[in-house]
C-alpha cells in the first residue's frame, strides 16, 4: 500500500493550499495512507479532514532544532513510500532527506533539494503577467508524474460542532471581513475598511473575523465604522468555525492572506484586496465568485513578494487608491 507523507510548515494559507495536493492524491489512490506534516499552530485546519490519517506537528517555537530532529527520525520510522514537500526551506528537506522514501519530491529552491528523486522548478511570474501560474499549479506540478497535471481545489471540512457555532450567528443576511494581516504592506487600512462598510447595503450584518490578536483593529473598525449591525468576533471562532461562518456571507472581504484561501477552500462569495503584492504572484482566488480589488500598475508596486512592515514610499497608494467601485461590484445583487 502506498503511504504518502506530504510536508508544508510554512504559513496558514500556504497550508490552505497544500490541501489541493490530499484531495489529488485520494482521488488518485484512494485506498492510501496520507499524512500532513504542519508547524504547530496549523493543526486546527485539519480537524476531522476525511482523508488525512494523520497530522504530524513540528513545534518551531521552542528547542526548534531538537524537535526538528526529533520529527525527522519519527517520520523515518512511519516507512512512507511517497516524501512530498512543498516547503522550500532547508529544514524540510532535510525531513525528506532522512525520510528514506523511495519518492521525495519537492522544489529546486530547497537547499537539499539534491536528495530529491523529482525535482520540480518553482517559478514566480512577472508581476502584470497575464498568464501566471497559481500554487496550487506549482504544488501540482510535484505529483504530476503520478497523476496528472490537472490540481484539485484546496478543501477544509468544518465539523458539525463548528458549523453550529458559526449558525448561532448567521440568523440574518451578513457580510464577513478579515482585516488583519501579518504584514503591514498587505492590509487594508482600518480608515478604508471603515469607509467600505458605511457603503454597505444597511440591510446586512457585519461580523469582523481574526484570531486574538487581531481584537484591537476590530474595535478600531467597529468605532470608526459607526454602525449598529456589527460584531467583532477577533479571538471568539477558531479556524473551521470561521470557515463556516464565512460558507454563508454574502460576501467576504479578506487581504491577500490565509482567510483569501479559506474562501477558495469552501467556494464562498470573495472579494479580495491586494494592496502591495500582486495576483501574479500565484495566491489569488481560485473560484468563479471572487474578484480582486488593486490600484492597478504603480511605480512601487509590487515592493516585495511577502509585504513589509510599512510602506516604502511613505504614501501607501497601493492600498489608498483602491476604488471603491472595485469594493462594492456584488451590492447592486443584494436588496
Known sequence: MYK???????????VVLATAVLEKLHSSFPGAHIDLL???????????????????????????FP?????????????YTHVINIHRF?????????????????FDKNPLSFCYTRKVKHVI??????????????????????????????????????QE????????????????????????????????????????HIFILGGPGDKPLGDEIVALSERANMTNLCGKMNYLQ??????GAQMNYTNDSAPLHFASAI????????????????????RQQARVAEVGKLYCRPCGLHGRKTCPEGHFKCAMDIPDEQLLWWTSKTT
Request: charged share 15%; glycine share 6%; proline share 7%.
Open 125 to 162: 511570474s512577472e508581476p502584470y503577467s497575464t498568464h501566471f501560474v497559481h500554487e496550487v499549479n506549482r504544488n501540482q506540478q510535484l505529483i504530476e508524474d503520478i497523476t496528472d497535471s490537472a490540481p484539485a481545489m484546496p478543501a477544509l471540512y468544518p465539523h458539525t460542532k463548528d
Open 242 to 247: 470561521s470557515v463556516a461562518l464565512m460558507r
Open 4 to 14: 504518502f507523507l506530504v510536508i508544508q510548515t510554512a504559513f496558514t494559507g500556504d
Open 38 to 64: 504542519v508547524r504547530k499552530g496549523n493543526e486546527a485546519l485539519l480537524n476531522n479532514h476525511p482523508y488525512l490519517n494523520q497530522v504530524l506537528i513540528w513545534d518551531k517555537t521552542k528547542r526548534k
Open 90 to 106: 532547508a529544514s524540510s528537506g532535510f525531513i525528506t532527506w532522512l525520510s528514506g522514501a523511495g519518492y521525495r519530491a519537492g
Open 267 to 286: 467556494d464562498a462569495p470573495l472579494t479580495a484586496v491586494f494592496c502591495s503584492t500582486v495576483p501574479a504572484f500565484g495566491f489569488g482566488p481560485l
Open 165 to 204: 457555532v458559526a449558525a448561532a450567528y448567521a440568523g440574518k443576511p451578513y457580510v464577513c471581513i478579515s482585516p488583519a494581516s501579518v504584514w503591514h504592506t498587505k492590509q487594508f487600512p482600518a480608515t478604508r475598511w471603515a469607509t467600505l462598510i458605511q457603503k454597505l447595503p444597511e440591510n446586512l
Open 67 to 79: 524537535h526538528l530532529v526529533s520529527m525527522a527520525f519519527r517520520v523515518r520510522r512511519q516507512h
